[in-house]
């Protein structure tokens, strides 16, 4: 067995049914499933649960299973296993990297930390365990509007690392928050000239927007909110028809429970593309999670002391939220 490339190097056979097999081994070995709303379809299809990550890894938190497979990204993993430290937590490819996430180093998270003493530390859940170590509150994109404007107006606040939630925040609430340069690769890419097309097609069509998108796009949204929030307006919402700015993986969940509603993705700046994929969400596949089960292997390892001081700001938004 090698797991020297970041995931278990081991050719499955050919014909086997994977989904049959993927079953069978969670059962035998009490494992449960998580996927993110980003991962394909067939992974979806498979989990146990689906949902955001900072959801899904609360959830875990009261399972019974002594394995659980995060399929999202690294970032994610951590994120389960700093609320499960007494549990195995493993994930398909530990290649499976998020670039907001990599946006923000540790190290040098901390030098600006130290740089502006004073200052309320608020990260997005979108971070490494060791950023969460350095911070005062962690939020999600659907809790984080909430816990600023929870804290004091005088308050000053770092936050970080995506630039983009961090402004639409401050456009909402009047803050002058420090933020922290980072951004999502994926939903920066979205072009508000191919939404203004789509729009132009399809009049009818509601425009669903993630936080993480610039600003120019907001502005032409109906809806604004996490992942989470943007499925169940469209679940309540009279309308048939959405154009959909966030990673395309959330169209299989919102196709399942709105089966006679239309999702439309909403494309990047790449003109030869009709929707925007994350790359590193989609290195989760049936053969890699197979393969994970099988030999329990990569498995996601943080430092006992991060995971107590990442712990806290968890518990802090929980707090607040």
Known sequence: MNV????????????????????????????AILAHYYTVGEIQDLADFVGDSLALARIAETLDNDIIVMCGVHFMGETVKVLCPQKKVLVPDLNAGCSLADSCPAEEFSKFVEAHPGH?????????????????????????????SSLPEDEKIIFGPDRNLGNYINSQ???????????????????????????????????????????????????????????????????????VATESGILHEMRRRCPGKTFIPAPPNDSTCACNDCSFMKLNTLEKLYNTLRYEQPEVTVDESIIDAARRPITRMLELS
């Open 4 to 31: 020297e490339k970041g995931f278990v190097d081991v050719p499955v056979e050919a014909g086997l049914d994977l989904a049959a097999e993927i079953r069978k081994l969670k059962e035998e070995k009490n494992a």
């Open 120 to 148: 309320t530390v608020v990260s997005y859940v979108n971070t490494s365990a060791a950023v969460k170590a350095h911070t005062d509150i962690v939020v999600t994109s659907g809790n984080a509007m909430k816990v600023v």
């Open 173 to 243: 609430t009047g803050r002058e928050m420090l933020l922290w340069d980072g951004a999502c690769h994926v939903h920066e890419q979205f072009s508000l000239e191919k939404i203004l097309e789509l729009k132009e097609q399809h009049p009818a069509a509601k425009v669903l927007v993630h936080p993480e998108c610039p600003a120019p796009v907001r502005l032409v949204a109906d809806k604004i909110g996490s992942t989470a929030v943007l499925l169940e307006y469209a679940v309540n919402d009279d309308a048939t028809e959405f154009i």
